[in-house]
């Protein structure tokens, strides 16, 4: 329905292991987002992306690294996962204005739920 | 990093009643904005301001953008049932394509 869908939902992992999640959308956007949702912070950037096969960082990016191989799909990988990484993570597409992306243009997904145990 | 004071934290409103909360910084943005987040979905825009002292409205939520450029505040009349949820604060800035968020204000309507 709004062009963007992550997976899973939910997901409970141990420590140390991999850990990578997909966000898909359907709107030919060319900007993505991944952020964390945490109790007492608001939404935190960990990476974004700009084009395919083109990424930055976050404001939150230490041990998250990501993917575009194509415009539609934005991975997200935990290479080694911790406790501090339990969190619930959005991903986020945006519209762009002859170029930059339109602050009003931003859709969110419904949340990847992780647990780390 | 720029950082967004939101408050209230939480709010225990009954139904009818209106509900004010704000957000400020110690730095200006370009574009503030104000997003509503249901439980199990991520946030879905209610209002964008553009520009200092703009007042907009949509619907029963008016929301300003403070013209310090600094601060924004929303407001909600006549509160309803389904106004429950988390209401988010954000400012961004163009020359650098920076988003940030507060930390949420939890909205709790008694019928």
């Known amino acids: 329905d709004a062009g963007i869908t992550q997976s899973p939902r939910h997901k409970v992992t141990e420590t140390g292991t991999p850990v990578t999640l997909r966000c898909h959308q359907t709107?030919?956007?060319?900007?993505m987002y991944w952020y964390r949702q945490d109790p007492g912070h608001g939404l935190r950037l960990i990476h974004y992306s700009y084009g395919v096969k083109d990424t930055d960082k976050g404001e939150v990016s230490d041990g998250y690294s990501v993917s575009r191989s194509k415009t539609e799909d934005f991975l997200l990988t935990l290479e080694s996962a911790t406790s501090s990484q339990t969190s619930v993570y959005f991903c986020a597409i945006s519209e762009t204005d002859r170029g930059p992306p339109r602050p009003d243009g931003y859709t969110f997904g419904s949340g990847t739920r992780l647990t780390v145990v | 990093g720029q950082q967004l004071n939101q408050s209230p934290q939480s709010m225990f409103i009954q139904e009818g009643e209106d509900v004010s909360m704000n957000c400020t910084s110690s730095s200006i943005f370009n574009t503030w904005l104000w997003y509503k987040q249901d439980p199990g979905e991520g946030p879905v825009l209610l209002i964008a301001l553009y520009k200092a002292g703009e007042l907009t409205s949509n619907g029963r939520l008016t929301a300003q953008f403070g013209i310090t450029r600094k601060d924004s505040f929303l407001n909600i009349s006549a509160s309803i049932p389904s106004d429950v949820g988390i209401y988010f604060c954000?400012?961004?800035?163009?020359?650098?394509?920076?988003?940030?968020f507060g930390a949420g204000t939890r909205l709790t309507v008694k019928p």
């Open positions: 709107e030919n956007h060319r900007y």
């Open positions: 954000a400012g961004h800035t163009y020359n650098n394509n920076d988003m940030r």
